[in-house]
């Protein structure tokens, strides 16, 4: 868990400024410390360098809009992120071990065939089940339809979200005892009107399963909470604001385990037949129902649009 409130406010800054050309020097003087000290207390909390994390988040949100944005071409999404043809495929391959061209040809594959997929239980490779020639709903069963798809998603303008959170750096599949953590460490600050949220920051077809960032949220009231109370029933707490506004929200209610195949209908069936394009804020899950003994659960997956 990354419990520096600094360290958290860079990785914000980062990701607010991915498209930018970004230094050490910017994020250390964003959280006024020096360049020096700075890094070894990032690295400390994250075990990766700013510089090291900064090329890693360009690289694998660049690869994340290669599989949601079919439509723009590698060198407009290199460029993007501040590489040149030459330079993007070259750093591309030192990440990824091939190009981005090869990268994107392969991406629905490697999609479908990812572990988190369950396909031994959610459905087996069933081809023509849905869709058209070429399409990933149309060579996986375990995928829903276009259609399916549509019909429950609605497009929505959200309230934003002032929240409690902790942020840790690793793998989904821990997510439950994570949570049951969580509310015990908070379970003060929970009321009727309390929400609770996860805002992910990665695809874990595009970075390594055990290394994804995610936020494990519950909204307070801002006029609640304050420095005196927290120090005293939690030393170490973070707080910030989740951006609402226009979002797809697709209503899911099963196993837990299956979340991903939901997540990735929404990505590569239901996105790309849609007029609609992924914003570059987080998306966020709101839960409204979970039976920790079955799994099941009921929640909103929020997926930020840009607006049009």
């Known amino acids: 868990m990354i419990t520096n409130e600094a360290v958290n406010r860079a990785i914000d800054y980062i990701l607010q400024h991915i ?58 999404i290199g460029c993007e992120f501040g590489y040149s043809p030459s330079n993007y495929s ?45 399409s990933v709903s149309g060579t996986y069963s375990c995928l829903e339809s276009f259609e399916e798809c549509d019909r429950k998603i609605t497009i929505r303008n959200l309230p934003d979200y002032f929240v409690l959170y902790e942020r840790r750096i690793g793998s989904y599949r821990h997510l439950s005892g994570q949570w049951d953590e969580f509310i015990g460490k ?31 949220c519950m909204s307070v009231d801002r006029s609640a909470v304050n420095a005196d109370a927290l120090k005293v029933s939690a030393p170490m707490y973070n707080t910030c604001t989740i951006e609402g506004g226009k979002c797809a929200v697709y209503p899911y209610k099963g196993l837990g385990k299956y979340i991903y195949a ?47």
């Open 186 to 216: 908070y379970r003060e600050f929970v009321t009727r009107d309390t929400q609770f949220l996860e805002r992910t920051f990665d695809d874990p077809v595009i970075t390594d399963a055990d290394g994804c960032l995610y936020d494990i």
């Open 90 to 134: 070259w750093m591309f391959r030192q990440r990824y071990q091939t190009n981005p061209v090869s990268f994107r040809r392969n991406v629905e594959q490697a999609t479908v065939r990812h572990a988190f997929m369950h396909l031994d239980t959610a459905g087996l490779p069933s081809p023509g089940a849905h869709g058209g020639k070429g």
């Open 19 to 76: 498209h930018e050309e970004l230094s050490v020097d910017d994020v250390a003087a964003h959280c006024h410390f020096s360049k020096y000290h700075f890094s070894r207390m990032f690295k400390k909390e994250t075990g990766e360098s700013v510089h090291a994390f900064i090329r890693r988040m360009k690289l694998e949100q660049s690869a994340f809009r290669m599989k949601v944005e079919p439509e723009r071409t590698v060198t407009d």
């Open 262 to 308: 939901a997540y990735q209908t929404i990505f590569t069936v239901w996105l790309p037949r849609t007029p609609y394009t992924l914003d570059y804020r987080s998306g966020f899950d709101i839960y409204h129902k979970v039976d920790s003994r079955s799994g099941y659960l009921e929640m909103d997956i929020c997926m930020p649009l840009k607006e049009q």
